[in-house]
Nanobody
């Protein structure tokens, strides 16, 4: 079983920055991916970014690619999501997810159904 521990959410003003971190424990895997999704109130969960574990290739959603960066930390199964120039529309619960499948092309990991493990979520609130 894999456990995902998220940290770094909070309340910031528009234009500010936050960094979310996620670390996996338990069974680990060298293929697959670790990424972030978000869900705003009344909206469907959407892809934010992911890192392929086989080669550390990163993929970021077009809607945030100019402001968000995803990276793998020094720890093998840990990823960070750096969020800059945050806007009120970025307000959501952010979920870390891990997929044990692959490796596949990055677009495969943009779909939440292709992830096997999920964190509990961390709230990110941006005030205007």
């Amino acid at each position: 079983q894999v456990q995902l521990a998220e940290s770094g959410g909070g309340l910031v003003q528009a234009g500010g920055s936050l960094r979310l971190s996620c670390a996996a424990s338990g069974r680990t895997f060298s293929n697959g991916a670790m990424g972030w999704f978000r869900q705003a109130p009344g909206k469907e969960r959407e892809f934010v970014g992911t890192v392929k574990l086989s080669d550390s290739t990163t993929y970021i959603a077009a809607s945030v690619k100019d402001r968000f960066t995803i990276s793998r930390t020094g720890a093998k199964d840990a990823v960070n999501l750096q969020m800059n120039s945050l806007q009120p529309e970025d307000t959501a619960v952010y979920y870390c997810a891990a997929s044990s499948r692959g490796p596949y092309h990055g677009t495969y990991y943009a779909t939440d159904n292709n992830y096997d493990y999920w964190g509990q979520g961390t709230q990110v609130t941006i005030s205007s």
